[in-house]
């Protein structure tokens, strides 16, 4: 061991806390390694691995507003609302 592992292994020991006490760190891998590309696929094409599904009750939809060009008084107007939801949530 060099002496500057030894340096960082006692910068990373607690000494307020005993030994036995000090959490372990440990790198687990993750549940299943990432599925390898498939060999037949040519450059640019893609091939469906899953599908993304957003339940509806995560979903916002806006009816009946038209669209309007973004000027520096609807700037403003977005910019109070923000602040006055933000206030709500403080």
Do not use: Y
């Not at 030894?6 to 030994?19: A, F, G």
């Not at 891998?29 to 893609?46: A, H, I, K």
């Amino acid at each position: 061991m060099s002496t500057r592992e030894k340096r960082l292994r006692k910068q990373s020991e607690d000494p307020r806390t005993p030994p036995s006490h000090q959490p372990e760190s440990r790198i687990t891998p993750s549940p299943s390694p990432r599925p390898r590309p498939p060999d037949n696929l040519e450059e640019g094409e893609v091939e469906e691995v899953g599908k993304i599904c957003t339940p509806p009750s995560d979903v916002l939809v806006v009816e009946g507003q038209a669209a309007e060009p973004f000027s520096t008084d609807s700037a403003q107007r977005l910019i109070g609302q923000i602040m006055v939801w933000n206030g709500q949530i403080d």
